[in-house]
């Protein structure tokens, strides 16, 4: 199995900055897609963007041109550039993963790191 550690959360003004990142350690054979999601108090959680294992991402519209997700496959990790941040970034950011395997993929999440935006 493996587990998903985030980093980098924490407190930043409006237009500010600040890079998440998503460690994977364990025992596992490969991680397929990656991926950030985030949910606000009372909201549900939602896909903020998805890199597969070759690099192609793909964002939600709310973060395009704002947000970066990039991959290191050599240490298993993600990383999430957040750029201009607005107040409506704030919430609680997972790192979630897929493992191939026969039947169905292994879900895995992180525990979540607080991003508030706030001036």
């Known amino acids: 199995q493996a587990q998903l550690v985030e980093s980098g959360g924490g407190l930043a003004q409006p237009g500010g900055s600040l890079r998440l990142s998503c460690v994977a350690s364990?025992?596992?054979?490969?991680?397929?897609?990656m991926a950030w999601y985030r949910q606000a108090p009372g909201k549900e959680r939602e896909l903020v963007a998805v890199?597969?294992?070759?690099?192609?991402?793909d964002y939600a519209d709310s973060v395009k041109g704002r947000f970066t997700i990039s991959r290191d496959n050599v240490k298993n990790a993600i990383y999430l550039q957040m750029n201009t941040l607005k107040s409506e970034d704030t919430a609680v950011y997972y790192c979630?993963?897929?493992?191939?395997?026969?039947?169905?993929?292994?879900?895995?999440w992180g525990q979540g790191t607080q991003v508030t935006v706030s001036s």
């Open positions: 364990g025992t596992f054979s490969s991680l397929s897609d």
């Open positions: 979630h993963a897929e493992e191939p395997a026969p039947d169905r993929p292994y879900l895995y």
């Open positions: 890199i597969s294992y070759d690099g192609k991402a």
